[in-house]
């Protein structure tokens, strides 16, 4: 038996950009990956000297001055995130992105249809991973309206948390941003990103969401000049910092690229900008 290291197969295809880890399992198990001309099976481990193929195609490892890119969308309502439109038509957020060759685009989490602002899509399977993973403990603010305004019991409950269906929902931090009329603003925090977590908890609590955007993704924010539907490409600067806080060799990887937008990065627990003289 050799003793060369191995690594997961779907960590291995992630890593090269062609998609999430759940989305290299999902095309193991449908027979789109072979390795030394054999169908590939979940759980299955490869060394540095076995052929993969996706689809037919080879895969190999990219050399090391491969640019991590990281493009900051800010998602408009309707859109969905997938790569495929679904049965009423609807456009994806990849519809919009530049094309890769031999990669792909992936997106760093989700967001619901409904759910406008903030998201995060790299060429690099292993920081959208490490931006996913509990471990790094990345928190989420979004903009939240709602018809009325909540009490100071219900400012509590949220963040105790609300119960439904054996499952407790909670915000981390809630702050109240003004408002007119009817129409009231909060910002939100969560640690995780359940499905529908934010209009669950004002739900119970008996208020109607009405506008929902996310603002921040951990050290990220969304810039108030960057239009809905409109994404532009990070900067090498912002890559990087955001590569060494996730513990990412970025040996040669970085390219300069024609972006010159402003930093989009904030300090953060584990980044600390540079100053400029």
């Known amino acids: 038996m050799s003793d060369q290291p191995t690594q997961k197969l779907q960590k291995f ?6 998609g999430s880890r759940r989305e290299m399992e999902r ?44 493009l900051i969308l800010n998602k408009a309502p309707g859109q ?18 530049p094309k890769l060759v031999n990669q792909r685009w992936i997106s760093v989490g989700r967001l619901d249809v409904a759910t406008s602002g903030l998201l995060l899509i790299t060429n690099n399977g292993l920081l959208a991973h490490r931006l996913m993973h509990p471990s790094f403990v990345i928190d989420r603010e979004y903009a939240v309206r709602v018809f009325g305004t909540l009490s100071e019991a219900q400012l509590k409950a949220s963040l105790e948390g609300v119960e439904l269906e054996g499952v407790l929902h909670r915000f981390s931090d809630i702050q109240y941003y003004g408002g007119t009329g ?9 640690m995780e990103g359940r499905n529908r977590e934010i209009r669950i908890v ?21 810039p108030t000049r960057l239009r809905t539907g409109k994404y532009f490409e990070a900067s090498p600067a912002d890559v990087e910092l955001l590569a060494k806080w996730l513990k990412i060799d970025m040996s ?24 400029s003289s």
């Open 27 to 70: 095309c193991i198990l449908e027979g789109q990956v072979t390795v030394n001309g054999k169908i590939a099976h979940q759980g299955q481990r490869i060394g540095s000297s076995d052929r993969v193929e996706f689809n037919g195609k080879r895969v190999t490892k990219p050399d090391s001055c491969k640019r991590i890119r990281v």
């Open 202 to 222: 004002f739900e119970r609590l008996g208020l109607t969401v009405s506008r929902l955007k996310r603002v921040r993704f951990g050290p990220v924010i969304l």
């Open 13 to 18: 295809l992630a890593d090269q950009g062609l």
């Open 252 to 275: 040669a990887t970085l390219v300069p690229n024609s972006s010159d937008c402003e930093s989009c990065l904030i300090d953060y627990p584990g980044i600390t900008k540079p100053r």
């Open 80 to 97: 969905i995130v997938s790569r495929k439109r679904d049965s009423q038509h609807r456009v994806t957020v990849f519809d919009q992105l």
């Open 182 to 190: 009817s129409n009231h603003w909060y910002h939100v925090v969560l």
